[in-house]
């Protein structure tokens, strides 16, 4: 039905930058709200950062000020600005998303991409 596709992971030296994207495929989407959840190993998985197709968004104190969501609701897109990285962003990033189908009786759905590994050295 619905995948989300995550790109712009990589290895980034403390200080630099990394832009994520995500953009959902397949049947058609409506998207209530779409973001960033990320994981490091031994660490539950934590919001980063998440945007309404209205507009607002909602970002963890830990990034806040340094990582900027923003979206393109009419194509199912968002993104993760990602500045001033830290070693202990270091992790693995996931898209997210909860929408309807188009043309589907199935409803109300959540959708999570397969990751990207964010990884930032000292």
């Known amino acids: 039905q619905v995948r989300l596709v995550e790109s712009g992971g990589g290895l980034v030296q403390a200080g630099g930058s990394l832009r994520l994207s995500c953009a959902a495929s397949g049947s058609i989407f409506s998207s209530n709200a779409m973001g960033w959840y990320r994981q490091a190993p031994g660490k539950q998985r934590e919001l980063v950062a998440r945007i309404t197709s209205g507009g607002r968004t909602n970002v963890a104190d830990s990034v806040k000020g340094r990582f900027t969501i923003s979206g393109d609701s009419a194509k199912n897109t968002v993104y993760l600005q990602m500045a001033s990285l830290k070693p202990e962003d270091t992790a693995v990033y996931y898209c997210?998303?909860?929408?309807?189908?188009?043309?589907?009786?199935?409803?109300?759905?959540?959708?999570w991409g397969q990751g990207t590994l964010v990884t930032v050295s000292s």
């Open positions: 997210y998303a909860d929408g309807r189908v188009v043309g589907s009786t199935i409803g109300y759905i959540e959708v």
